[in-house]
């Protein structure tokens, strides 16, 4: 493969990589933000994280698809060459969003106090009767 293929390829790789991670997003919406923010984090590391393809040539690919097909085609100790970065990377980016603060932000509502609620049988203050 040209480099150029290999950017366009990497090009429509992102873009599928995107698409998933905004239907994570959506889906992973009403979850604990801890466990949705690690969700995240690992599948951005796991898609995103670039390895080379071969030791002769210097252009990257995605590292989970080079460590499966060098696993499918030359077995494990090959798989681990892109294996092994990809768990660290991975663990790394774990580690900094499981050690990040959660914010309140989404889920503070406002004190009951000061709330303007009506009881269920309330009229309206500007209520005007009908004349005949």
Not at 37 to 53: D, F, I, K, N, Q
Not at 108 to 116: F, I
């Amino acid at each position: 493969m040209t480099s150029s293929q290999i950017l366009a390829g990497w090009g429509v790789y992102l873009a599928g990589v995107l698409a998933c991670t905004i239907a994570l997003w959506v889906i992973t919406g009403s979850i604990n933000p801890r466990v949705r923010r690690l969700m995240r984090v690992g599948l951005v590391a796991l898609l995103v994280t670039p390895w080379w393809h071969s030791a002769d040539v210097n252009l990257l690919q995605p590292a989970l698809w080079v460590m499966i097909y060098d696993g499918l085609s030359s077995g494990f100790p090959e798989m681990a060459r892109a294996g092994l970065p990809l768990v660290v990377v991975t663990a790394v980016s774990a580690l900094i969003a499981a050690s990040m603060p959660v914010s309140d932000k989404a889920g503070k509502k406002k004190p009951a106090s000061t709330r303007k609620e009506k009881p269920s049988g309330h009229q309206p203050d500007n209520r005007q009767e009908p004349t005949l």
